[in-house]
DNA sequence: TATGAATGAGCATTCATTCAT
DNA sequence: TATGAATGAATGCTCATTCAT
């Protein structure tokens, strides 16, 4: 039983070392240079060993984006969870949102910006009850707060969606063009924050 | 004469069909595929031919930059250029932005998604007088009639860069994961550019 | 133990299968047509494989240099040991050098006249007490003992490479110009020899 | 007629403009870089036009071989035609030829060391009249003066080919192998000319 | 004479993957 | 479970050369 068990463990450390090294290589050196070969170098173990704990490469994608999800929920959900008004707790998630994708830029790439819709579907991201599917969660519970409390009566799903935009807008693009002459980044952000907000407090436009 | 004339003719032909084939290839199977033998392939000529129209795979790509961005230049330039208001004239301009972005989803996403910075120097791209510059100085001056006229006084470049980066995050967010739920297309983008701009009427956010 | 002991020497053999395809390619047709693909056909395997036992080009022509010194330091070493005078085991070693140019010419060619400095660094051909580097040391002491009983105070190195010089361009001479219309070599040998070493013993010259 | 004569002429110094090229690339970038091409750029016509004047790359580097003859005749013929001595003239000579090596390295390297002979045969270079043969004509002269001089009775075919030998070994060694740790050269040279040479004076070796 | 267009063959190397053990 | 051996396919790019004009 207990070496069932040790053997069972290995098993998954070997496999969080293969994700782990596949992360770390992805960080270090981004997309292009992630190859089965160089996790086995990584890992010390064959290339062979690999596809013992995945499927294949994509398959190693797909849990990447997954444990991506998964710790952009654990900064999403807490964060300025106990700031005094709505509007400042979903302005926080946002914030968290952007940070998120600057403090993890290669994760935040995979997930979001490579188009690995070839090789990992969406639906399966999607599923419910999985991470994605709470961290949608939070967040409408957030904007939904922030609407009720600006008494404005735009539709959750709409603004939640076009607020997400404006957020990976800003990450992606600072993400994806580093040599552009960006204003400074944190004045960038504030500003966009700033502008996708104040919509909620204004009745109508022009 | 008419000899030269065809001939340079079939060279510009060439040229373009060289184009077109990159991009068909990077939009149908991703960078990954993208390659000088399947361009080849698919233009029915020998691969050593490529190089005589263009440098090198870098070369090509930043041509289908430079294309997608004489395009955007012409979509954007004359967008509502007659309407009343600096603000519609502001708004009109970056709906045409978004609606480029869904009409010419390959190139948008060649120029603008694809992670090409390490092929692609943003520097050539932005060299001044070239298109991307006149297409900044544009969307600069439309910024700036509308900062002006809501008596706004946020700076123009961040306040540029902002939208820019909402607007580049719906069309993103959109082509990138088409099979996500999303609301109502045009209610979405809609949302978005009311979120953004309002903020230039907001004097102070809380 | 018998199947790793049998799949030790299938390496170990296919190793050096590769050595010998690369060395007859190299001497049949010439560097410029030793290419990993002509070694991988000549052997019947595919040219990955060949990535299994060498690093890279360059390693492989580093191994064909240093497997040559190895079967030199051989013929050269134990070369006319038991002749009564230092001269003639001087000699003696000489005429090896030059013996196993004329029956190993492929060899030869490789290490000693193909200008591969540019793939293989002579600093790792040298390297303290590697064979060339015993070589040397076999070649210096008899040169030592030479000089010493002909009373000349000539430097062992320059004398020794000097020697080298004249026997190097002996074989390199008749091996890559082998339609030159040559004296008989066995005389032309001889002749050189005796005009090489007849230095050692004439105080002044002219 | 003198457009004839100019034309002729302008296809001569064409001609003589392609050599230089191969030439002067072979100098800077050594034998790897030579290709049509790169010869091409240099005279700033078109590869193909480079056909008009020579079969192919191999009958560039023939010419080339000839070229080298020819400077080296020049060189050799008339060094220290006016020293008193017959050794001290055919010494010359001989210092000669190796200072002509290293002043000419890639000259030297292309007509004495590369392995040509699938491309140039050495019948076509040898032909009666030619260079080479007025070449051999010289120094069989010297080294016939020489044993005359020295009451040497050895064949002047063998020590002449032999002398050769020596001086191409130094010269050949000390360019394909120019990292190996020579004695400075000068002394060397003149140690294998002091050695070489000393054999005319010595009536019985041992 | 000179060229532009085009090509087929070749290069070293890397890749994800399979298979027998 | 883990591996060593092996592979087929692919990569960007350069080459000498041919051909029609």
Redesign the interface.
């Given at each position: 039983m207990s070496i069932i068990e040790r053997k069972k463990r290995h098993k998954e450390s070997l496999r969080q070392e293969i994700l782990d090294a596949a992360r770390e290589i992805l960080l270090a050196e981004?997309?292009?240079c992630l190859s089965m070969r160089r996790i086995a170098e990584r890992i010390e173990y064959s290339p062979t060993t690999i596809y013992h704990y995945f499927n294949n490469k994509d398959d190693i994608l797909y849990h990447l984006c997954v444990e991506t999800l998964e710790r952009q929920y654990e900064a999403l959900s807490t964060a300025g969870a106990d700031l005094p008004?709505p509007?400042?707790r979903l302005r926080a998630a946002l914030r968290a949102y952007v940070d998120f994708g600057f403090s993890e830029p290669d994760r935040y790439?995979i997930t979001?910006?490579?188009?690995l819709?070839?090789y990992v579907?969406?639906?399966s991201i999607?599923e419910q009850g999985g991470v994605a599917d709470r961290l949608i969660t939070v967040m409408y519970q957030r904007v939904h707060e922030a609407l009720v409390a600006a008494e404005c009566n735009?539709?959750v799903?709409?603004?939640f969606?076009?607020?997400?935009?404006?957020?990976?807008?800003?990450v992606?693009?600072?993400l994806?063009?580093?040599?552009?002459?960006?204003?400074e980044r944190e004045?960038?952000i504030e500003?966009?924050l700033?502008?996708?907000?104040?919509?909620?407090?204004?009745k109508e436009?022009?």
């Open positions: 981004g997309y292009a008004s509007y400042l790439k979001f910006m490579a188009d819709s070839r579907s969406t639906a999607l735009r539709d799903k709409s603004v969606q076009a607020l997400w935009a404006h957020c990976h807008g800003l992606s693009l600072l994806g063009h580093p040599d552009f002459p960006w204003t004045n960038l500003t966009g700033d502008l996708s907000l104040a919509g909620l407090f204004v436009t022009e």
